[in-house]
T-cell receptor
Framework: ETGVTQSPTHLIKTRGQQVTLRCSSQ?????VSWYQQALGQGPQFIFQYYREEENGRGNFPPRFSGLQFPNYSSELNVNALELDDSALYLCASSSGGRSYNEQFFGPGTRLTVL | GENVEQHPSTLSVQEGDSAVIKCTYSDSASNYFPWYKQELGKGPQLIID?????GEKKDQRIAVTLNKTAKHFSLHITETQPEDSAVYFCAASTAHGNEKLTFGTGTRLTIIP
């Protein structure tokens, strides 16, 4: 069974740029959730994709957008980067798109905005 | 929305002793409570979870208890070992159609050899 993978591992961008982060879900999982983890904080929910549709969104502006593909992998796009976007971005996969389902996290992408 | 508070923020225990981390939640509709361990440079790893129809769950040296009336849940680690040193997060999820997890702020656990 393949675990959750994310790419790239690290990324450095400048303010105003755009970034795309990628996530491959665990085998057999159809749901991907994205979280932002600032230094010293717990992860904050950005949004979730279930069977290629957005299935809930946290308190993040529209410049945070996503996609889920037929193979259930997913992308997180962030436009007009701000310094406060510097964080560890985590994706988690699960099956079912409902509560009660265990979420398994990838290693994250460390984004630094200069 | 849901709010999860976690205490303490740091905890140091002697190897072999027990560690307890406590969390409270605000939304009475929350029904799923996982605990994650995060080591430096890694993503959170699910170590144990509990659902609202159960009061206690144990897995070897790790146990979780849930008090729905008081809206709090706790992680207990017995016979601590150096490899237990990490940051631990509690989280809560409600049955409102998706699996959004609301996390606590984390506890940095240090096991002193």
């Amino acid at each position: 069974e393949t675990g959750v993978t994310q790419s790239p591992t690290h990324l450095i961008k400048t303010r105003g740029q755009q970034v795309t982060l990628r996530c491959s879900s665990q085998s057999g999982h159809n749901t991907v959730s994205w979280y932002q983890q600032a230094l010293g904080q717990g992860p904050q929910f950005i949004f979730q994709y279930y069977r290629e549709e957005e299935n809930g969104r946290g308190n993040f502006p529209p410049r945070f957008s996503g996609l889920q593909f037929p193979n259930y992998s997913s992308e997180l796009n962030v436009n007009a980067l701000e310094l406060d976007d510097s964080a560890l971005y985590l994706c988690a996969s699960s099956s079912g798109g409902r509560s009660y389902n265990e979420q398994f996290f990838g290693p994250g992408t460390r984004l630094t905005v200069l | 929305g849901e709010n999860v508070e976690q205490h303490p923020s740091t905890l140091s225990v002697q190897e072999g002793d027990s560690a307890v981390i406590k969390c409270t939640y605000s939304d009475s509709a929350s029904n799923y409570f996982p605990w994650y361990k995060q080591e430096l440079g890694k993503g959170p790893q699910l170590i144990i979870d509990i659902r609202s129809n159960v009061g206690e769950k144990k897995d070897q040296r790790i146990a979780v208890t849930l008090n729905k009336t008081a809206k709090h849940f706790s992680l207990h680690i017995t016979e601590t070992q150096p490899e237990d040193s990490a940051v631990y997060f509690c989280a809560a999820s409600t049955a409102h159609g998706n699996e959004k997890l609301t996390f606590g702020t984390g506890t940095r656990l240090t096991i002193i050899p």
